[in-house]
């Protein structure tokens, strides 16, 4: 649609923005034809686009507009019931002064809406349509009492630009939508939102109608992903992507985000096959840290699960590598290996022989030793070894076979040199 609309085509959008079907239209356009022909009766031909501008909002307050509501922004509503917020009163108001060919232009400040007459005088006139003072509110003392204590808005003077924003006709309906869809997202239904904001940019392809798009895309997409519902919004955004030249770099990160958090549950739930999966399907939508990161988590934990089963030396081989290549530090590398080797030592000390169970694990590599929970483990494996000869040499004292006990308890203390129980019992068997 090309600026500034018809009143048709001005009236017919503002319906459509507040809800309506395109074939339940009609009955609310022959409402506004009735109300602009019944304008007529308090405009003249001498009167000025001041004059008209101020008789018009008296003519509405008078004739359609009730009660002041924070919330109705749509016009059927209106129409209906003539209940009123600032964007549907400010959006009538625009009509019927369209009807007259007022030029008339909406203007948005950060929570308010309301009208401007361009032309008179230096800045214009403003009119706040939500009261019947609000024709050039400025320059009238009973206009405040009337309007901030009933719509808990402060009026923006013409003189504050920054604070002020020229919106044209799309956007000014567009509002309508803009309200619907803050409203839903106040109930947490960012879907249906969603859904808004897209029928926004669609009706209008405003910036504005796109920067409420993207918001909305942002709110589905971050309530998705405190569902977990992270494949929902990762499709979200992917679909949102493909129709944008330029996509947002913030709803870039979310995206990323939440292939990091899809990638990030599967490990913590120990779905390794599935989270290496996902990483090769969505790993371009990450940073690049981020998904060098969750490469090293899959390949650490992999190699954790490895390190729980049965021994195997080739897992050794790729503990060290791991840690040479940084996916393991020193340290971790070598605790799970120390962990793999304690698993089999202790299914060998299962049968009783904890002599053989030490002696395995006296096998792993030098950098495994090291490690502070290899030698935690090396240190219990030992005492248990020692009191095994301890308990051979005692049984061959108490069958008065002196000589094989002596032998063993040499055996043992070739083994264990340090063993402080093995000393004891060589100094009562001594000669």
């Known amino acids: 649609m090309k600026e500034p609309l018809s009143v048709q085509e001005l009236s017919e959008l503002s319906l459509l923005s507040s809800g309506l079907a395109p074939g339940s239209l009609a009955p609310y356009i022959k409402k506004i034809e009735n109300l602009l022909q019944r304008s007529e009766s308090v405009i003249t031909f001498s009167m000025s686009e001041e004059e008209k501008g101020d008789a018009l909002l008296n003519f509405l307050h008078e004739n359609l507009f009730r009660r002041y509501v924070t919330e109705q922004t749509r016009i059927d509503v209106l129409l209906d019931r003539g209940t009123y917020n600032c964007v549907s009163s400010a959006v009538i108001y625009m009509i019927i002064t369209r009807y007259y060919s007022i030029p008339v232009i909406g203007i948005l400040t950060e929570d308010h809406a309301f009208c401007h007459l361009p032309y008179s005088g230096s800045e214009g006139i403003d009119v706040e349509t939500t009261t019947l003072h609000g024709f050039d509110p400025g320059s009238r003392k009973e206009f405040q009492s009337s309007f901030s204590g009933r719509t808990g808005y402060t009026y923006v003077p013409p003189g504050n630009?920054?604070?002020?924003?020229?919106?044209?006709?799309?956007?000014?309906?567009?509002?309508?939508?803009?309200?619907?869809?803050?409203?839903?997202?106040?109930?947490?239904?960012?879907?249906?939102?969603?859904?808004?904001?897209?029928?926004?940019?669609?009706?209008?392809?405003?910036?504005?109608a796109r920067e409420d798009y993207y918001s909305s895309l942002q709110n589905a997409a971050s309530y998705m992903n405190s569902r977990g519902e992270y494949q929902g919004g990762i499709d979200l955004l992917t679909t949102a992507a493909a129709d944008e030249a330029d996509f947002p770099s913030f709803l870039v990160e979310t995206r990323s985000q939440l292939v990091y958090n899809a990638v990030a549950e599967l490990l913590n739930s120990k779905k390794l096959d599935e989270a290496d999966d996902y990483l090769f399907r969505h790993g371009s939508f990450l940073k690049e840290s981020d998904r060098v990161n969750l490469e090293l988590q899959i390949a650490s934990r992999y190699l954790e699960q490895r390190a729980s089963g049965p021994f195997n030396p080739r897992l050794i081989e790729?503990?060290?590598?791991?840690?040479?290549?940084?996916?393991?530090?020193?340290?971790?590398?070598?605790?799970?290996?120390?962990?793999?080797?304690?698993?089999?030592?202790?299914?060998?000390?299962?049968?009783?022989?904890?002599?053989?169970?030490?002696?395995?694990?006296?096998?792993?590599?030098?950098?495994?030793?090291?490690?502070?929970?290899?030698?935690?483990?090396?240190?219990?494996?030992?005492?248990?070894?020692?009191?095994?000869?301890?308990?051979?040499?005692?049984?061959?004292?108490?069958?008065?076979?002196?000589?094989?006990?002596?032998?063993?308890?040499?055996?043992?203390?070739?083994?264990?040199?340090?063993?402080?129980?093995?000393?004891?019992?060589?100094?009562?068997i001594a000669p």
């Open 161 to 208: 630009y920054s604070a002020r924003q020229e919106i044209g006709d799309l956007d000014m309906a567009g509002l309508i939508l803009k309200n619907r869809i803050v409203e839903l997202q106040k109930r947490n239904r960012q879907m249906e939102a969603l859904t808004l904001a897209a029928d926004h940019l669609a009706l209008t392809g405003s910036d504005l």
């Open 318 to 428: 790729d503990l060290y590598t791991a840690q040479e290549r940084g996916v393991l530090t020193k340290n971790r590398a070598a605790s799970m290996a120390a962990y793999h080797y304690s698993i089999e030592s202790q299914k060998i000390a299962g049968s009783e022989n904890n002599t053989a169970a030490y002696l395995f694990y006296l096998k792993a590599p030098e950098w495994i030793q090291s490690d502070r929970e290899y030698r935690r483990i090396r240190a219990v494996l030992m005492d248990n070894t020692a009191i095994e000869y301890h308990n051979r040499v005692v049984q061959l004292l108490q069958d008065g076979r002196e000589d094989e006990a002596a032998a063993v308890l040499e055996e043992g203390l070739q083994l264990i040199p340090s063993s402080s129980l093995l000393r004891q019992d060589k100094r009562k």
